[in-house]
């Protein structure tokens, strides 16, 4: 059977990952390409990397980056962060990523959705979108969550399954840092809505979120950083855990 | 050791180079014809979309090229694909050499299948070392039907060959170069066929 999947989240600036990680056995918990092999030996099914600078000057060290990870590491990979273009992608996806997502570019122009599938396969492209319930509606955010729009949550998900997403990565506003676990209505309406694979992200805090967001939240992953980068949740744990909740999961 | 990894400009090829490197091995990449008959070992990997992968070989003379090869041959994913005799993908004929069609999975289940799912009836050298039910990663929207060359099976809807061989040609539909250590053995066991 086809496994659910554990996916940590690194935030780039400038090359290195930033949010404090806490691994006793790293040299250098600053670099990308040594936390990457530490997950993939701890059993994680995925890796993505946001960059969160995106400036021009940081994108050359980016793509010196991920060239560095595909090197080295032997799971897939996602990069994110400030994608808005075909030839981004292609340098990215050159340089040895298996995956882009794209965000606020793809709601300023949809198009991009399309294009990235018709060059590169929708295999590649996920695409991101944070969304905040208010009043009982789902709202689409930009810029990291900082710009509330009108978009729907649901029809801007169908809209890019329709133009050739391969993926979607929803992060819940509400949840996200909290630790009090994910979005599972608004994930499993999404689950049931769309045909194609959905990340959960935003929530994480305890074994039993992941276990809750793959049963009743019906998502197909789960990504999570800050649990997973202090230790609180140790991977190979978590994935016990869940195979004993009958969760099919690599072992 | 001549390994080539034929580049006709689709995919991700860059991670298989990679994941060679790791094992030890200096990988050529090439669209080349003679570069290609010359080597001891080929990969022909793909990613993206059949019809016009298939149209990139065609106009490099690869499609005829590489149905002659003699040495192994090793297709990933969309490689594997246009080694059978036809993908209803962009309703594509492939080039022949696995004797099976290749088949888009239903609404039924979501589409692409994305992850780690379990390889099993192994059946070849190219699994030396690998057991039964081994997770192996894929990305795929269309599979190859089970057939006589099925090597390898997977279930995702139904049960279907997630690697052939024929001959001197293997494929497999999982992504052996981002399958953690167990698919680099693959790897390795193909560099020793």
């Keep these: 059977m086809l496994t659910k999947r554990i996916i940590p989240c690194l935030d ?44 021009l000057e940081a994108r050359a060290t980016t793509l010196e980056m991920v060239l560095h990870v595909a090197e080295q590491v032997n799971i897939p990979f996602t990069v994110g962060g400030g994608i808005s ?23 300023k122009r949809p198009e991009l959705v399309n294009e ?79 045909n194609i694979p959905i990340i959960a992200s935003g929530g994480a805090g305890n074994v039993q979120h992941f276990i809750d967001t793959f049963t009743i939240g019906k998502s197909d992953a789960a990504l999570a950083a800050s649990v997973f980068h202090f230790g609180e949740i140790p991977i190979p744990d978590l994935k016990k855990e ?9 072992l | ?29 090439s669209k080349n014809p003679e570069e290609i008959k010359t080597a001891d070992k080929v990969i022909f990997p793909g990613v993206g979309e059949a019809s016009s992968a298939m149209k990139m070989l065609k106009e490099s003379g690869l499609d005829t090229l590489i149905p002659t090869l003699k040495q192994p041959v090793l297709g ?8 059978c005799l036809h993908t209803e993908e962009g309703d594509t004929k492939g080039l022949g050499i696995f004797q099976t069609k290749v088949k888009r999975f239903s609404q039924n289940v979501k589409v692409p299948q994305m992850g780690w799912n379990v390889i099993k009836e192994l059946k070849s050298d190219l ?26 099976a997977t279930d995702y809807e139904i049960n ?19 399958s953690g250590n167990e698919g680099a053995k693959i790897l390795q066991n193909f560099l020793t066929l």
């Design chain 1, 12 to 55: 780039i600036k400038n090359g290195r990952t930033v949010k404090g990680v806490n691994f006793v056995d790293l040299r250098d918990a600053g670099d990308p390409v040594e936390l990457a092999k530490q997950y993939a030996d701890y059993g994680a099914d995925e890796l993505v990397f946001l960059d969160i600078t995106a400036t």
């Design chain 1, 85 to 107: 273009s075909v030839e981004h992608v292609d340098a990215l996806l050159k340089n040895g990523a298996d995956k882009v997502s794209i965000n606020s570019s793809a709601v």
């Design chain 1, 116 to 194: 990235l599938a018709d060059k590169f396969g929708s295999q590649c492209v996920v695409v991101a979108i944070d969304a905040k319930e208010i009043d009982g509606a789902w709202k689409v955010h930009l810029a990291g969550g900082t710009i509330p729009t009108e978009i729907d949550l649901f029809e801007w998900a169908k809209e890019v399954e329709e133009r050739g997403a391969g993926e979607i990565l929803f992060t819940s506003m509400n949840h996200d840092g909290t630790k009090g676990g994910f979005a599972n209505k608004a994930l499993a309406r999404l689950s049931e809505e769309l």
């Design chain 1, 242 to 250: 869940l195979k004993k909740h009958n969760i099919e999961v690599r």
């Design chain 2, 1 to 29: 050791m001549k390994l080539v990894i034929i580049d006709y400009g689709a995919g991700n090829i860059k991670s298989i180079q990679f994941a060679f490197n790791r094992l030890g091995y200096e990988a050529i990449l």
């Design chain 2, 76 to 83: 990933i994913c969309l490689g594997m694909q246009l080694m």
């Design chain 2, 127 to 152: 699994f030396k070392g690998i057991k039964e039910n081994e997770y192996m990663y894929l990305v795929h929207s269309y599979y190859a039907e089970h057939c006589d060359e099925t090597i390898a």
């Design chain 2, 160 to 178: 279907y060959a997630s690697a052939l061989q024929h001959e001197n040609f293997y494929g497999t539909q999982f992504h052996p170069e981002k």
